[in-house]
């Protein structure tokens, strides 16, 4: 194998054996976990980093040791550090103060050049809202535009749903031994989500797929949907990082039929939500009953 990057991928999935009785579900039930803090970088994340990579130097618009700038919670950041060092380029992360600071060492321990950006004035710190995420937006185009560098924009380039369309939902499909009833993934980008769920009703168009949603930033589900995407008076903050950003389907482009390939309302059949107070028990819940040490996101989904 040449270079760590090509490491990334082909994590584990596990049935969950011990949660069940304290989540007070059937003892038939069956959970399965896809264990992707054993990728390279610790999460998902490095799966979209290396496709997105990938595809921008197959299609000629990285060039050879031009900088990669990406604004992140963390997760792609640093799955990106890892591809663009290993790859040969310099890279940039952008991120807001709200996030965790070990995230920001970690990138810089990788060779990363990390900026911070200041929070919005209502935001809580460790709390990034979608206001916060606004200004990483602006700062982020800001230093595209200064530096002549590619964007690996994972809110919207193909990458991102490829890399789970391509790897995860197949290995997802063949560790399960083809009896996958349904999927559910909390909302960022929308990439895991519709590359796994794109591919596994491929396989079986009766495999139900939900999106999942923070109680404080309830804005894609058209039944239940409040205006500015805030409910529960907390307007749109929690303590997930990583998704929950109160954007709308025309702000994830990774739903759009003219990037995934397929309609958006053929993809989900159903929207769930899950509070900060559920996500971290379950978080804990997990470590202590399964041995999973996963974040509050692997928390939610659960």
Known sequence: MSGAFNAIGRTPMVRLSNINKHLGLPSNASIYAKLEYLNVGGSKKDRIAKQMIDDAIEEGTLQEGQRIVELTSGNTGTG???????????FTAVMSKGNS??????????GATVVL?????????????????K?????????????????????????SFRAHYLHTGPECWEQSEQSIDSFVDFVGTGGTFVGISKYLK?????????????ASSRILNPQTAVSGGTTDNNNGK????????????SELPLFDKRISGVDKEDLIDGYLTVTDEEAIETARLLARTEGIFGGFSAGANV
């Open 117 to 133: 950006v200041g929070q919005h004035e209502d935001s809580v710190v460790g709390q990034v809202s979608g206001d916060d995420l």
């Open 238 to 249: 929690h303590k997930i990082q990583g998704g929950g950003y109160s954007k709308t389907f």
């Open 202 to 214: 491929e396989q079986n168009a009766d495999i139900k797929c939900f999106l999942l949603e923070h």
């Open 101 to 110: 600071v070990e995230r920001a060492r970690m990138m810089r321990a990788l």
């Open 135 to 159: 200004r990483v937006e602006e700062e982020t185009r800001r230093i595209v535009a200064q530096e002549n560098a590619f964007r690996a924009d994972q809110f919207s380039l193909p990458g």
């Open 80 to 90: 990106l550090a890892i591809v663009a060092a290993c790859r040969g380029h310099p």
